[in-house]
């Protein structure tokens, strides 16, 4: 088992503990604790089915003793090789390692499920406890990760050790990671499954819905404390010599702090797939720790002292940036090759790798569900298995240093793009064109940004001397990330399942196979490989181009709006961009869309605009339209700096207009104003549009309310349509006279479940449904996809 033991022990604990969610129902009434107890017998048989050792003499191998006739080694070799061979041990082994992982995850579940917050829900509680991480806003407010030290409720109180997800309506609370809250809530078993299994496989109970957060101090522990003052400081610091944008991108990758960042920078990082230089990686560990070290050398330490100035540096770091799940990866893997060093026992990468990874998921199982751990230990068992072999063959081409660093981003992209498709069903086709370009200035940056930190605190003008020197590879990054950012490359994409890790996770074990053994495919099956790979990662991309008829698909994007439309000559509108900052970009990739002719934002709420920055950055965009009517909240204020960095042409439409984008015709029907002091002036404000191509028609209704629908009906300008786009997610803010005015066919309800709101709302459906139309809903039917058939009536299907 030399050389792959250790990853085959932690790649089956990682098995198992991912099993228990998926065990047969035979199996399932089984208690945690009787998987340990299977698992533990099997690891016992393994050790007693183990093959034995003979004694070796070192005397005797070094030449200082006599060694035995050869008949006598002849006859002593036999009886050892008589003995019972390893695969016995092996298969046990094996078994009990994926059973122990089993129930590893089993004993962690039953501590969620018996948790006293989770017992005590949906009571409201007092908690103290401390931050785990810092406070991050969100569309409605803001959340965080609370460590739970003691609660109180109706008069009792405990002390426990739990870990809740914490959230509030109000402003961000002025605490950061470590300090001491006090909190008022009320604790809540989400009703929805998804976000129910998303806090479980964190390892947390209950979320807490808080109305009253208090700070009580800083961290109680005093090495905590001490990291929160030198972050401070350092923060202060790189704020006061870089200016906002560099120091934005330092805070990130040297404190993990992503609070500064530029958010145009950052979409350009994210869409060429630099997203994880954006915030402190495990690659910053070895960064550090490289220079701390060969000072180290050059300072002639011994081995002692070297070994405890590394560890420190590596503990530190860790704590500094929050132990992000990247960073304790390799801060494990560095703390292990410093013991290995130290004991004079190297071991080799892979083995080191192992080892950390099970050593993370014994102490923390819930790691194995963390997207971020996932990919750092894929990308860097890429580069194990990988980057070396690479490097060998690209240094027939280039030179020896160029060949590293390809093959290193390659190894890591192979690593980890099966979980990115998995994942997020998509990967940047530029990212290892862009990884590659970034390469050579990621460590100048942060080494370079670290020193001047580091003398400005002594000296505040030399800091600022080496800052300019520093600014140098952070600008050359941003220039990579803003070219590449919009190349006319295709994304590689997927429809994601269990299947395309299993394709992804094959077709790297025989990527893996090949180039470490030299063997040579057969000239046949490199052409059948060549020719099927398009089909694998561009699966869900195939067949788009301009549909043969207009179509209009109305996206499953949650609680808000996102509708793409397409027409026969190639145009491409969209309305909207959906709740989530990301989701609706990808879509949009999955449909194979290269650019938008015209974007509409239909008003500014985040439902309908927060997915809308994101898309900008992805594709070329040839118009922008808005109401154009006074907003200034801070996600119209992000949207309008993405807009004024790309470039693009804003519009604001009124009434009577009529804009055409290639072989479609919009037709503005509202706003006719600015609405003031209506029952919501932003929803009113509304651009809603009526699209008519030969007789096939929908009107797209944004979120206008009673006030501006009446105004619609006092104009006359509605019409008989094929397709209504239901006001307001089909909330209880429409007219009831709106929907036999317009007598559709179709009536799509763009919503989310489930939602603060209570939409659909009932009455307004049975409105809807009065006037015979076919009600179809994006919450139970997935994404709408409207056609029309030869004789013009419209046809819905859905993805669900």
């Known amino acids: ?21 998926i065990r047969p129902t035979a199996v399932a009434p089984w208690s945690w604790w009787s998987w340990l107890v299977l698992g ?32 006598v080694a002849a006859v002593a070799a036999a009886r050892s090789d008589g003995r019972r061979g390893p695969t016995a041990a092996l298969t046990l082994l094996t078994l009990g390692l994926l059973l122990c992982g089993i129930g590893w995850a089993g004993l962690g579940a039953a501590r969620v499920e018996g948790s006293l917050l989770r017992r005590l829900s949906p009571r409201t509680v007092t908690l103290t406890g401390t931050l785990r991480e810092d406070p991050e806003p969100s569309p409605y407010g803001w959340h965080a990760l609370v460590d739970v030290g003691r609660v109180e409720w109706s008069g009792n109180a405990a002390a426990v050790r739990e870990t809740a997800w914490v959230s509030g309506n109000e402003d961000v609370p002025p605490a950061v990671r470590g300090d001491q809250l006090r909190i008022e809530g009320t604790l809540q078993v989400p009703d929805d499954p998804g976000f129910q299994q998303a806090l479980s496989h964190r390892g947390l109970p209950v979320s807490v819905r808080a109305f009253d957060v208090e700070r009580l101090g800083g961290a109680p522990a005093p090495f905590i404390r001490l990291t929160q003052v030198v972050r401070a400081f350092v923060g202060r610091t790189i704020e006061r010599i870089f200016p906002a944008r560099e120091a934005g991108l330092l805070l990130g990758l040297v404190l993990g702090d992503a609070s500064k960042l530029d958010p145009v920078t950052t979409r350009d990082f994210q869409t060429t797939g630099l997203g994880h230089l954006l915030v402190v990686s495990g690659e910053n ?15 002639r330490l011994g081995a002692v002292s070297r070994f405890g100035l590394g560890l420190g540096v590596v503990v530190l770091f860790v704590v500094l940036t929050g132990a992000e799940p990247s960073v304790l990866r390799a801060g494990a893997m560095a703390s292990l090759a410093l013991i290995g060093i130290l004991l004079g026992k190297p071991r080799a990468a892979g083995s080191i790798l192992a080892a950390a990874v099970l050593a993370l998921l014994v102490l923390d199982p819930w790691l194995v569900h963390a997207i971020g751990f996932q990919l750092s230990v894929a990308a860097t068992a890429g580069m194990v298995t990988l980057a070396t072999p690479l490097a060998e063959r690209l240094g027939r081409l280039l030179p020896v240093p160029a060949a590293m660093a390809f093959g290193t981003t390659i190894a890591a992209q192979l690593g980890v793009t099966p979980l990115l498709l998995f994942h997020f069903h998509e990967v940047p086709g530029v990212t290892i064109a862009a990884n590659l370009a970034a390469f050579p200035a990621v460590s100048p940056a942060l080494l370079l940004g670290i020193a001047a930190s580091a003398l400005g605190l002594v000296w505040l003008p030399l ?12 600008r050359y990054l941003e220039v990579v990330a803003s070219t590449l950012a919009k190349a006319p490359i295709a994304w590689v994409t997927s429809g994601g399942g269990p ?10 074990v025989a990527i893996a196979a090949w180039m470490r053994s030299g063997w040579r495919p057969p000239r046949r099956l490199v052409v059948v490989v060549v020719a099927l790979t398009p089909l694998v990662v561009w699966q869900t991309a195939l067949g788009t181009g301009p549909p043969a008829g207009l179509t209009v698909r109305m996206l499953d994007i949650g609680q808000g709006d996102a509708i793409l439309i397409t027409s026969p000559a190639g145009a491409t509108v969209l309305i909207d961009g959906g709740p989530d900052e990301e989701l609706a970009a990808q879509l949009l990739v999955s449909y194979g869309v290269k650019r938008l002719d015209a974007v509409i934002a239909t008003h500014p709420h985040a439902d309908h605009i927060a997915g809308l920055p994101q898309i900008l950055a992805r594709f070329s965009v040839g118009v922008f339209l808005e109401p154009g ?20 042409p804003v519009r604001d439409p009124r009434a009577g207009d009529v804009v055409r984008v290639g072989d479609l015709s919009f037709r503005v029907l509202s706003p006719d104003r600015c609405w003031d002091d209506s029952h919501s002036d932003p929803n009113n404000d509304s ?15 944004g979120d206008s309310e009673v006030e501006a629908q009446q105004v619609l009906l006092d104009s006359g300008v509605l019409t008989d349509v094929d397709v209504l786009k239901m006001p307001h997610h089909g909330g209880d803010t429409s007219l009831p006279e709106l929907f036999p005015a317009v007598s559709p066919e179709v009536i799509a309800v763009s919503v989310g479940q489930p939602n603060p709101y209570g939409h659909p709302n009932p009455t307004a459906l049975a409105e809807a449904q009065a006037t015979g139309a076919a009600i179809w809903r994006t919450d139970e039917h997935g994404t709408l996809t409207i056609t029309w058939d030869t004789r013009g009536e419209p046809v819905v299907t859905g993805e669900r």
């Open 687 to 701: 651009i809603v549009v009526l699209l008519d191509v030969g007789g096939e028609s929908m009107l797209f209704t």
């Open 629 to 648: 009517c006074p907003d200034s909240t801070e996600l119209q204020s992000a949207l309008h700096e993405e807009i004024e960095a790309q470039g693009i």
């Open 40 to 71: 533990g017998l099997a690891l016992a048989a393994a050790w007693a089915a183990a093959p034995g050792r003979r004694r070796i003499d070192a005397l005797r191998v070094a030449g200082l003793a006599p060694s035995d006739h050869p008949s």
């Open 1 to 21: 088992m030399q050389g792959w033991g250790a990853p085959l022990a932690a790649a089956t604990f990682w098995t198992g503990l991912l099993v228990w969610d």
């Open 463 to 474: 800091g600022h001397a080496i800052s300019f020197i520093a600014r140098i590879p952070m």
């Open 499 to 508: 299947w395309v890790l299993v394709v992804g996770a094959s077709a790297f």
């Open 285 to 299: 560990v070895a960064m550090v720790l490289a220079p701390v070290v060969a000072f180290a050398g050059a300072l």
